[in-house]
Every structure is written in C-alpha cells, then in structure tokens.
T-cell receptor, first 108, second 115 residues
C-alpha cells in the first residue's frame, strides 16, 4: 500500500537559521499538500502542489514537488519563533496519507 | 467567517458507552472529512464524504465506528461501544467545491478520552 515517510521527525533551530522538511511517497502522487499545526491546535492548510517539478513560494516558505511526483520539500528561510509547530505533508495518491510530521522548535 | 465547527470540544466517557461527535462544515463546502490523531498513529483519514455521499470509508477502524452526513451542513461520527484505545483527537475538515481532497479546512477537534 501507499506509504509516506517524512523526515526529520524533529528539528530544533536557532532563530534566523533555515529549516527543511522532506516528504517521500512509495507511489506516484496526483498532488501533495502541506499543513501546519501549532501545539494544541488544528492543522492549517498551507499549499498544494500538483505539477511535476512545481515550486511555490509563500514569503519565507518554499515548497517543491519532485519531477517524479513522489517527493516534496518545505523550506523555511530565516526561521522566526512564529514558525514553531508541526509541519505535515499530505500525499494524495490512491489514498490521502498524512506524513508523521516534522516538529519545529525555534530558539530565540 | 465561521470555520468548521465541532462539538463537543472535550468528551470523557467510560468504556462501553456510545459517543457521538458532531461537525458543521464551512457553508458552501461540499466535501467533508473525519480524521483521528494520536501520538502513536499520527493523523489518519477515517472517512470522506462528497455531496453528502460517503466516497471512501476504508480508514474506519472497525464496525464500532459509523459516520453519517444527512445534509450538507451536518455530519456525525459515532463510536459504539467505545474502548480506551479510541482515545484521540478527532478532527473534521471540509473543502470547497471542485477541490475534493485538496485544500482542507480543519475544525478545532474533539478530544475524546475513554476510561
């Protein structure tokens, strides 16, 4: 069945440093979505990627979809304390499967 | 604008009792999703409705779980009988027309504790 691996599980960075989380699927995807969940909160939709090789930016966040449509990344430039939370990918292939998430902590 | 509304926000019940979770999607959205989140299993899609019709219920763990969507503005997730391993946060989400499984807006969740 469709499997999704998200790495790293956890990252603790100094404010101002960059952060990247990676999502890898065992199957080719129709699209991939990214969500952010603050501690004690609910997932909040960030973006979806549909096209092979697609790159989208939202301010300091850059999202990429691999050429083979099996992997994706989220990169945050110059992290801020407001970036803390868990970042999930949601891989849409045969099923919609969420990655385990990457917990981001930012030291000020 | 009102987001997805879920009730109750917290539920504590004893093993064997029936539990009903409720969800009101965002007005105008025509897809609705129920998720369960635990530390061990992460965020799992339980069931997905489109235009009030269940499209994919393969994530429903077992027959003790059932979900209904009698109209476009209301859905329930029922667990009968409940067990301690059902303890989790249950989220409802909805998405706009023609977005399907894309662009989901999550409610605040119901934290269920079964003792």
């Amino acid at each position: 069945g469709q499997q999704v691996m998200q790495i790293p599980q956890y990252q603790h960075v100094q404010e101002g440093e960059d952060f990247t989380t990676y999502c890898n699927s065992s199957t080719t995807l129709s699209n991939i979505q990214w969500y952010k969940q603050r501690p004690g909160g609910h997932p909040v939709f960030l973006i979806q990627l549909v096209k092979s090789g697609e790159v989208k930016k939202q301010k300091r966040l850059t999202f990429q979809f691999g050429e083979a449509k099996k992997n994706s990344s989220l990169h945050i430039t110059a992290t801020q304390t407001t970036d803390v939370g868990t970042y999930f990918c949601a891989a849409d292939g045969n099923k919609l499967v969420f990655g385990a998430g990457t917990i981001l902590r930012v030291k000020s | 604008d009102a987001g997805v509304i879920q009730s109750p926000r917290h539920e504590v019940t004893e093993m064997g009792q029936e539990v009903t979770l409720r969800c009101k999607p965002i007005s105008g959205h025509n897809s609705l999703f129920w998720y369960r989140q635990t530390m061990m299993r992460g965020l799992e899609l339980l069931i997905y409705f489109n235009n009030n019709v269940p499209i994919d219920d393969s994530g429903m763990p077992e027959d003790r779980f059932s979900a209904k969507m009698p109209n476009a503005s209301f859905s329930t997730l029922k667990i009968q009988p409940s067990e301690p391993r059902d303890s989790a946060v249950y989220f409802c989400a909805s998405s706009p027309p023609d977005r399907g499984r894309l662009e989901q807006y999550f409610g605040p969740g119901t934290r269920l504790t079964v003792t």
